[in-house]
């Protein structure tokens, strides 16, 4: 059986992509109170994160670099025990 190679740039790119829409997405969504506290509780770790634009914009950058760090180490980490 052939091995499976993750690409760590890329899939670090998807889950960077994935979780700054998320946090955007939930920047928005968190203004009506579904989410609140997941808002809170990022924005104690992403600086100037909170509910509504300038929060939402903040937070996809914060997202996306946290998310491509994050997936790049795990492709990472799955290759180096794959081999």
Known sequence: MASLELN????GL?????????????????????????????ATIYIGYQAGFIGAILGGIYGFIDGFIGFFIVAWIYNYFNK
């Open 8 to 11: 760590p740039k890329s899939l």
């Open 14 to 42: 998807a889950g960077g992509i994935l979780w700054g829409l998320v946090c955007i997405i939930m920047a928005f969504v968190s203004q009506t109170g579904y989410g609140l506290g997941l808002v809170h509780g990022l």
